[in-house]
């Protein structure tokens, strides 16, 4: 059989290791305490019972050789002879061995001696100091501790001496030291040498431990226990230092632990650590040698426990130290964008040229939306599929982003040390979104079930793009697969709720349904699948259906009786409104246009406490947190707060307050606009979340609206949207204002600063109720206050509220967005502005404003209501001008000065550059102008578009109004020669 080689485990090794210290530590030590070889002349203490002619204890021999002899036996006679060595110092003794070198004679040999005797007795003892003496301690035992008996093993006749050497141990030493006693009792005894020591374990450094010289125990059983010192540069592996065990014959057993050479540091043998050198590293504590730093890393001293990085290079937390430095990736390459119809925008990229040395590389996408130069983030409504963060794949798709809107995407390319290096990697892609389809129909529910039919009720898209002609809904038994569905259509209501009934249904069977809409341009997306259960389709007993019959019956009835009880109750209220179905305004209220709910005015009921029960949902004041003012509202303050509702998503609300101390009639006022709120529900109408009136103070809590009042929003974004995005939010007023106009809601106040608008820029209809109007210089009449310069003449003159008054204000509005804030009719007065629209005057198009929109504008404001068009006519051409961008670029240029039109202001007027750019709200210009040498106004005709970047004008729309303006400066000093193009 061939011999097979074998390997050892760490284990092994390790117990070899602590065996081979194990055998080296069996040297024990003997501390020596006496040794009768030492003296000259031992000068012991001798004691005889009795007198005898026969020798007593003699000192004999010489110098390093003195014995003690005695050779005494009578016969008959009893012997007892002491000998006491003089006082020993037991040192750290706590167990003293003796070893004594003695003869003895045969007692046969002895003729005659009938009492001899072949043994002596060893005894000790105890004192802290030497002070016996030939009296004390008496001579024997007690006081005088017995150690043993001792027999000679081998005898010697009278011619040849043996000599027997024998060792024995006593302790626990108790005493600084002791004396030694030897009784014979009639022998003939030579003690020829006395050796006394205690056995120590000794001093030894084992395992990269050190352990001091340590006395064995008091007993034969007894272990010292010591725990051992890590050597320099070294430390206990585990948590404790190392225990080893002195036993009681002088030797060391380890129990547990060991120490190894420090991070930094490595073995040189099993007793000593030493540094590493420069340029190495060593991380755990252990033996083995220190290694060269990775790459790109290095170590400038000795002892280092891990390499730096060299600058550029980071380590991610989880990356071992051996391994090499690494950088954050480059920037993705060939990163490029699709867009789909339904708007969702796909990014594409590669790998990045340089990884930086890792494998772990992913993908961040950041969003933003662009208006020129500035950007923000997107919503966080925004859907990245699979994922925003922590991609792993090489592209990505965008939804739920807006419509006909720039976007700028940001793909990150990063690695486990690119949070470390705060690099950031990216490439850059734009993607303009320009849907037709309209996006997703919301909230799709069921409402109620039979049999065979489902009712269900939905939400219209929150993304139209345009009007929508109908909606599908696909349902098939969720058994069943997607293909074998039937379809229904069903036509738009004029709400925002839209209802359908899906008949022809299987009983007692589970169906799927998913809803779209289409526009013009063809379908959306089909909704996330809605399930609902038909009912029946078990047999039931007899008896159960007879029962189910009765207890209809029974809650027909209740039903009935409740009913009644309400229409009385209510009957009052309606009464009092079918007398007053004339507006103050004087306009009759037609039956309504559509099948769907009416607005009603809340005045008309007796108490206004009953309106705000019926229209606004009372809400617990402890679901709402306010957080923070942003506003002042006419009744007191607007807060931004928090709405958390029981099993609904926290939401961020806007929350109304009524001031401490306002009368009875402000808090009419104030819940008014609730009962007027809540009677809506529309996309572009700003939304009623409730009202809290059972506590102080009452509040009302609407939906938040990121961007705030849409007049000091474009005033603060002056130039920055391009013209569809301002078009965008035309619509969403348009669009909230037929809804209004088809419940038969008149807003009267249709401003720029009643509406809002949300961080997608969407923009909603507020502030409704009747003592709202808050225009600065509002025209106070007998009526109320009117804003002048939104308001219809045929309102102003005889107050004539309609729709058709909502549709002039809606074109001040256009006008408003389109000059990005600006005041209609300037600094006009109110009756100036009053004489010129009467004589015919009306706004001229802002800068930069599509002929189209200001066509529309001019539409708005005919004299006669009858031209003006409907809202739902302004929904739809803004919505061909959106589908046809081309016709939003005939754009309307300067045009020559008019005294009567400030947008054209006389260019000659100017003393400065200042005053120039003053007169065209770029004010913040002036220093750059200064600082760039554009002194004089004559320098400035010269200015061409490329050179602006360069003062310092990067926002485009800034650059347009300012070569407007030069334009026109040019034309009127007669300087249009200067520079032959202007872009
Ligand atoms: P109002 O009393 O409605 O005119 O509101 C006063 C101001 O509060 C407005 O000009 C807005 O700046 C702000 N505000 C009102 N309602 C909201 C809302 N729903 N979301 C955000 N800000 C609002």
Not at 779 to 787: F, L, V
Not at 849 to 863: E, F, S
Request: charged share 20%; with cysteine; aromatic share 10%.
């Amino acid at each position: 059989m061939a011999t097979t080689g074998f390997t050892l485990s760490p284990t092994s090794t390790l117990f070899l290791t602590v065996f081979l210290a194990v055998l080296t530590l069996t040297v024990c030590l003997q501390v020596p305490l006496y040794n009768s070889q030492d003296q000259r002349s031992l000068g012991w203490t001798t004691y005889h019972e009795t007198s005898s002619v026969q020798p007593e204890w003699t000192e004999t021999g010489p110098s390093g050789g003195r014995r003690y002899q005695i050779c005494r036996f009578a016969n008959g006679g009893r012997q007892n002879n002491w000998l006491r060595t003089t006082w020993i110092d037991a040192k750290q003794a706590n167990r003293v061995a003796v070893e004594i070198d003695f003869s003895m004679r045969e007692c046969v040999d002895i003729p005659g001696a009938v009492s001899c005797k072949e043994t002596f007795d060893l005894y000790y003892y105890e004192t802290d100091s030497d002070n016996a003496d030939q009296n004390w301690p008496p001579w024997s035992s007690p006081p005088y501790n017995k150690v043993d008996r001792i027999a000679a093993d081998g005898r010697f006749t009278h011619d040849t001496e043996v000599i027997n050497t024998k060792t024995r141990h006593f302790g626990p030493i108790t005493r600084n030291g002791f004396y030694l006693a030897f009784q014979d009792q009639g022998s003939c005894l030579a003690i020829l040498k006395l050796k006394v020591y205690y056995l120590a374990c000794q001093e030894i450094t084992m395992n990269f431990a050190y352990f001091p010289k340590t006395p064995a125990g008091p007993k034969s059983t007894a272990l010292v226990q010591v725990t051992g010192d890590c050597i320099d540069f070294s430390q206990p592996i585990g948590p404790e230092n190392p225990v080893y065990q002195c036993q009681s014959d002088g030797t060391w057993t380890l129990i547990d632990g060991s120490c190894a050479c420090s991070p930094g540091y490595e073995a040189t043998s099993d007793r000593a650590c030493q540094a590493c050198f420069a340029g190495e590293y060593k991380v755990n504590i252990g033996n083995s040698a220190c290694k060269a730093c990775p790459a790109q890393s290095y170590s400038l001293s000795q002892a280092s426990a891990q390499c730096l990085c060299t600058e550029g290079y980071y380590r991610a937390n989880k990356d071992p130290v051996s391994d090499p430095c690494t950088a954050p990736p480059s920037e993705p390459t060939g990163v490029r964008a699709t867009v789909s119809e339904s708007s969702v925008v796909t990014l594409f990229w590669n790998r990045p040229h340089n990884t930086g040395g890792r494998i772990d590389i992913f993908y961040r996408i950041e969003c933003e939306l662009c208006h020129g130069d500035q950007c923000q983030p997107c919503s966080y409504t925004v859907q990245y599929s699979p994922t925003q963060y922590g991609l792993t794949s090489s592209s990505v798709n965008i939804s739920r982003l807006d419509s006909y809107t720039e976007y700028r995407f940001k793909v990150y390319a990063e690695n486990g040390v690119s949070r470390l290096s705060g690099i950031e990697s990216y490439a850059t892609v734009n993607a303009t979104t320009s849907s037709a389809v309209p996006s997703t129909v919301r909230a799709v529910r069921v409402t109620a079930e039979t049999e065979n039919t489902i009712e269900l009720q939905w939400l219209v898209p929150e993304f139209p793009n345009g009007e929508i002609l109908e909606y599908e809904i696909r349902y098939h038994p969720q058994a069943a697969s997607v293909e074998g569905s039937k379809y229904q259509v069903s036509k738009p209501s004029n709400t925002g709720t839209q209802n359908a009934i899906v008949s022809q249904l299987e009983p007692g069977t589970d169906y799927s349904f998913e809803i779209r809409a289409r526009t013009e341009a063809g379908f959306g997306v089909y909704s996330y699948p809605t399930t609902a259960k038909t009912s029946g389709g078990t047999s039931v007993p007899i008896e159960a259906i007879a029962g189910s019959i009765a207890a209809v019956v029974i809650i027909l009835i209740l039903a009935i009786l409740i009913i009644f009880i309400i229409m009385s109750r209510r009957r009052k209220g309606y009464e009092l409104r079918d007398t007053s179905t004339v507006y103050t305004n004087g306009e009759v209220l037609l039956p309504p246009s559509n099948k769907g709910k009416t607005y009603i005015d809340p005045h008309t009921y007796e108490d206004l406490n009953l309106a705000v029960k019926e229209f606004a949902k009372e809400i617990s004041a402890t679901y709402v947190k306010i957080e923070e003012v942003i506003g002042g509202g006419e009744f007191g303050d607007v807060c931004r707060g928090m709405l958390k509702m029981p099993r609904r998503e926290p939401k961020i609300v806007a929350v109304k307050t009524l001031k401490p101390g306002a009368s009875l009639k402000d808090r009419n006022d104030f819940l008014t606009e609730a009962s007027i709120m809540g009677q809506f529900d529309d996309p572009n109408v700003i939304r009623l979340e409730g009202v809290i009136t059972k506590s102080r103070p009452v509040l009302i809590v609407i939906e938040y609206m990121e961007n705030g009042s849409l007049d000091r929003f474009l005033r603060n974004n002056d130039g920055k949207f391009t013209v569809i995005q301002l078009v965008g939010m035309l619509r969403g007023i348009a669009c909230g204002m037929r809804y209004l106009s088809e419940m038969n809601y008149v807003h009267r106040d249709l401003a720029a600063r009643n509406i809002l608008i949300n961080h997608r820029l969407v923009c909603k209809v507020a502030d409704f109720g009747l003592s709202r109007i808050k225009e600065e210089g509002a025209y106070e009449t007998k009526g109320g206050k009117i804003p002048i310069r939104w308001t219809a003449p045929e309102a102003i003159a005889y107050k004539k509220f309609t729709s058709a008054s909502d549709v002039w204000s809606y074109g001040i509005v256009m006008w408003e967005v389109m000059s990005y804030g600006e005041r209609p009719y300037w600094n006009w007065s109110n009756r100036d502005v009053i004489k010129s629209v009467e004589k015919g005057y009306r706004l001229p198009p802002p800068m930069d404003c599509p002929q189209a929109l200001h066509q529309l504008m001019l539409d708005t404001w005919q004299k006669d209501r009858i031209n003006r068009p409907t809202f739902l006519n302004i929904v739809n051409t803004l919505d061909r001008l959106i589908r046809n961008p081309s016709t939003l670029k005939n754009i309307i240029k300067a045009r020559p000065y008019n005294p009567l039109d400030p947008s054209t202001p006389d260019m000659t007027q100017f003393r400065s550059v200042a005053e120039w750019l003053e007169s065209i709200k770029m004010g913040r210009y002036i220093n750059a102008f200064a600082e760039a040498g554009y002194l004089k106004l004559d320098d400035v005709v010269r200015l061409m578009l490329h050179d602006l970047p360069r003062i310092g004008i990067t926002l485009v729309g800034h650059q347009k109004k300012i070569m407007n303006s030069i334009q026109a400066l040019r034309t009127q000093m007669g300087k249009d020669n200067v520079i032959p193009v202007l872009v």
